[in-house]
């Protein structure tokens, strides 16, 4: 009967601890007790991407070899999977079982280093690759080298044809036109990264900014229908709100367009869970704009589903490094994105009408910012009308946009500073 032997974990390891795996590409090795093997690592520790790194280095006496776990050489499968290896001790027939990293060594020429500038560098070695597959390579690589060498343009061609498009562009249209064009079009674009996905051409006014991925977009505007599903059991709590938990809510300080709608909400009914579901996911996003560093455990407290957490992570925040550690913190423009998709939620809650007045108070910024936010997605704003007497001090004055077809276009307005009078 054959000796049986048992399995024996080593607990847990570092990444100085892992074994190293080495595979040679140019064949096997026939005596591996010549090979003089070296293991070096990142310096940088403290960097979660970095502290992985291993180089490792194989010298012999005729030739030497080199294989890294990073980088274009490396590996593909060391991150797409984990490896181990076993280690059979014959005397307690008992193996133990190691964490290990794979390395794909090849073999150094001397000679063929890339001190020369990387223009040089990349032209010579296009050359010496071209050499070698006009004289060893297949039928294949040959018509796509003489495929690439015939639709291959000039460096000083190509330049002349640019040269005399802009020149007569810059005839027909003239050289003042064209920065008024350009002026235009940054006024335009300078919020655009923020501003959800738009179809200006639309035919009615929820499709303007669709609200799910079916309509229009493939990238989601406000929330997918699987993403709505997992909001029906947090939104059916918000829903369960009593008034006097609304009004308990609303003097503690809490979301005002949240509590607005709420309030509003019908009693039953598809579009009730619906609204539920958007002041739910709402309330996130108010509460994510007010913050600065972004814990991994937000929204845990409230019921928010893994997959709204992680929507929010990738859409709304920014990852730094901060003492080793990856943080999501949220920018200044990730803000102003957090101001203009609720805004676009909004509309959606509202029948394409939003009130910025509360929207800035939840957000926390001033209103001058929200109106521009407003501006930059076409929405028209609505001034309350002016009241007398007494009705003015019993009626608050909020500012609302809506969306009405076409989209407005605004001009940009530049503040120019005045000078100090120098007596």
Do not use: W
């Amino acid at each position: 009967m054959a000796a049986s032997c048992t399995l024996v974990c080593c607990g847990e390891e570092t990444e100085s601890d892992k074994a190293a795996i080495v595979r040679f590409s140019n064949g096997s090795v026939s005596n591996a007790d010549n090979l003089d093997f070296s293991i070096y690592k990142n310096t940088d520790e403290k960097n979660p991407r970095k502290k992985s790194r291993r180089i490792m280095v194989a010298e012999s006496d005729r030739l030497s070899y080199v294989g890294q776990n990073f980088g274009a050489g490396s590996l593909k499968c060391n991150s797409l999977c984990k490896y181990y290896v076993g280690v059979l001790n014959k005397q307690t027939m008992q193996m133990e079982v190691h964490n290990a990293v794979l390395f794909n060594m090849q073999p150094v020429i001397p000679g063929e280093t890339s001190t020369a500038t990387p223009q040089n560098t990349a032209q010579s070695y296009r050359d010496k690759v071209d050499l070698l597959i006009e004289a060893f390579g297949t039928n294949k690589q040959k018509r796509a080298l003489a495929s690439r060498r015939l639709n291959q343009v000039g460096s000083n061609a190509l330049q002349n044809v640019v040269a005399k498009a802009a020149t007569s562009v810059i005839d027909k249209k003239g050289l003042a036109a064209l920065q008024q064009e350009v002026a235009e079009t940054e006024s335009q674009e300078a919020l655009a990264p923020h501003v959800p996905p738009c179809n200006p051409n639309a035919d009615r006014r929820e499709d303007v900014y669709p609200f799910d991925e079916r309509i229009f977009y493939l990238v989601t505007v406000v929330l997918s229908p699987v993403e709505l599903a997992a909001l029906e059991e947090p939104g059916s709590k918000m829903a369960a709100l009593t008034p006097a938990e609304l009004q308990k809510m609303r003097d503690e300080g809490g979301s005002l367009s949240v509590v607005k709608h709420l309030e509003n909400m019908a009693a039953a009914g598809e579009a009730g869970e619906r609204t539920a579901c958007c002041a739910f996911y709402l309330s996130l996003l108010l509460k994510l704009a007010r913050q600065k560093s972004v814990q991994h455990k937000f929204g845990h407290d409230q019921g928010c589903p893994r997959i709204i957490q992680n929507k929010l992570f990738k859409t709304f925040t920014v990852e730094t490094f901060n003492n080793g550690r990856v943080q999501n913190i949220v920018s200044t423009s990730m803000r102003t994105k957090l101001a203009a998709y609720s805004l676009a939620l909004l509309l959606h809650m509202g029948h394409m009408t939003a009130d910025l007045s509360l929207l800035h108070r939840d957000l926390g910024i001033t209103e001058a910012k929200v109106i521009e936010v407003a501006k930059s997605m076409g929405l028209s704003l609505i001034k309350p009308a002016r009241a007398k007497g007494d009705e003015a001090s019993l009626r608050d004055d909020h500012r609302q946009a809506t969306v009405v077809l076409p989209l407005v276009k605004y001009d940009q307005f530049i503040e120019r500073r005045k000078r100090k009078k120098m007596y």
